[in-house]
């Protein structure tokens, strides 16, 4: 029965092992993946020397299993501070509570202990699925919503005109690493009106959240909507290269909206060659990035790459003033 019983932490360690880094915003914590692993390895293998407890426990099935759940809950509290620090002081509070209870209750030290495992896994076992399955360990969605507020520019100005106003507080992309993620997303929603207003395209919201990896962002055309995942934000060359390519998608699509490609005085004309190429790579548009090669040859991703390597040097350049 032992060696069954430290499944459950060793599947649970494997779990951990796609985790995100924990952000908690009402201390301005960060703690990185290799610390949460660590601390949980820590914790687990203190708990299960601790011998006594591990006795007391094993006399029965429900209790050895409430005795390997309830350490992974206990440890999992630590993403819910991510969403509610107080929401966490409340479970602790109550695992406190439901001790000293007990401890009058049951005199016998076997039976306290038991019945104190078995109920704290019962109690945890709330915000452990929240955090565990429903959250999947990742850190709170964050949104960026388009200000309507903001002065869309003229086509004809330039980019360097549209970033004026802008430069001295872009000037703390330098200083990504040690910013959080509220300040990033200030930065990301400059860098957002600016790209909006130099395309001439409508608002569009962003959403950082944890995505599968190797996916740093995706356009979704139907509620304008880029999903950008925190891997995509772990520098800022990184993050405007995504949101550049993202917000070019839109353009394409506004493009491609609005032009009738049907009408053959505008698919037969030069001008337009480019967004013709997209409106008809459109309508056999390879969505598999496991198709690597066949995903970024086409004519839409192309232009999209293209633009966001032009614009990150655009950016460093200012960077450089
Ligand atoms: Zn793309």
Redesign the pocket.
Known sequence: MKYIMIFIPVLYFLKLYNCDIIYIETFDITIQKNIILTMYLLMTLLWFTATKIKKYCYKNIVSAIAHSIFIIEVFSLIFLTQTSVVLTIAFLMILGIVFIIFKKRFEKKDKFIKSYVISGAIILLVPFIYVSFIQNLRQPVYIITPDDTDLKASVFATKDEIVSEYTNDLQKLLEWENLNTLEKLELMEIVLNVETSYLGIKPIQVVLTGTQNDIY???YKGSRTIVLSHEATKSYEQCIKTLT??C??AYQTQIMENLDFTNEDVSGCRYFAEAYSWWLNDKNYINDVDKYEEYVSQS??KS??KYSEEQIEFYKKILDQ
Request: without cysteine.
């Open positions: 962002g995706m356009y390519h993202e070019f998608h839409i991703e999209a790459e």
